[in-house]
């Protein structure tokens, strides 16, 4: 994987901001949320297409989880998730959880775990760019994130929706990113190369914006990238973190 885009004459180069969505492109979202469902999961009846399954799981449990954030944007998401957790619970005809069990769902995204290959990449990235994130996150959580399993890593600046409130792909969020990114580090608008693995959550609306963008395809979804093609314009695909930035590493290289 690499440039997929012959149309855009942009280098790697050409850039002085990567901006990252966290949760599913450097920290494993879906990892770290099926392991918390699973207290909730492990109360079905046996067999049944849930406990095993981490992808039908999520896609049902988020169902919930985004219309929450459609509705009360301005509500956290360590707030969001116990609410999403007990309508999921509710959806699979489950007692409801106490408070505690859900507010214990919500309160593990600190320690969701990070991808392997995240760490290395970005601190390879950072001797090229300036790095920000552009999270879906409350505060309190990203802030574990960041001196738990992002531990070693430097942001120049962290956007998340508590400070913006609204979630992506609230086309509100990218606007901050870019007004901010001119106040705070100097970089104007086309300066920036988004990186996100969402589609629907970042690349989508990144073209709407006009932001630069590179897709970090960590789990093979053609057939999602084949149904949104009229809306994306991406102009990297990678598998990995670690791959973009052994292509940035390249890139620069050339350069000597």
């Not at 459609?70 to 005809?93: D, G, H, I, M, V």
Request: with cysteine; net charge negative.
């Amino acid at each position: 994987m690499g440039k997929v885009r012959d149309d855009d004459p942009a280098k790697l180069t050409d850039f002085k901001l990567v901006s990252f969505d966290v949760y599913s492109t450097l920290i494993d979202e879906k990892g770290g949320m099926f392991a918390g469902l699973q207290i909730l999961l492990s109360r079905l009846p046996t067999p049944n297409p849930y406990i095993k399954d981490k992808f039908h799981s999520l896609a049902a449990f988020q169902t919930f989880e985004w219309e929450i954030q459609r509705t009360q944007p301005n509500l956290r998401y360590n707030e969001l998730l116990p609410l999403a957790y007990k309508a999921f619970a509710a959806s699979l005809s489950l007692p409801e959880p106490s408070d505690q069990e859900a507010h214990n769902f919500g309160a593990q995204i600190g320690s969701w775990p990070a991808f392997p290959d995240t760490v290395p990449a970005l601190q390879a990235l950072k001797k090229h760019y300036k790095l920000v994130m552009l999270s879906n996150i409350d505060n309190d959580s990203i802030a574990r994130t960041l001196s738990g399993p992002l531990a070693g890593v430097e942001f120049d600046a962290v956007f998340t929706a508590q400070n913006i409130g609204s979630y992506k792909p609230d086309l509100k969020n990218f606007q901050y990113l870019v007004a901010e990114a001119k106040k705070l580090l100097g970089v104007e608008k086309g300066e920036i190369l988004h990186t996100a693995q969402s589609l629907t959550h970042d690349c989508v609306p990144a073209k709407t914006i006009g932001l630069s963008s590179t897709w970090i395809d960590r789990e093979d979804q053609e057939e999602k990238r084949q149904e949104l093609k009229d809306q994306l314009n991406f102009t990297w695909r990678f598998a990995s973190m670690g791959e973009m930035a052994k292509a940035v590493d390249e890139s620069f290289q050339e350069l000597k």
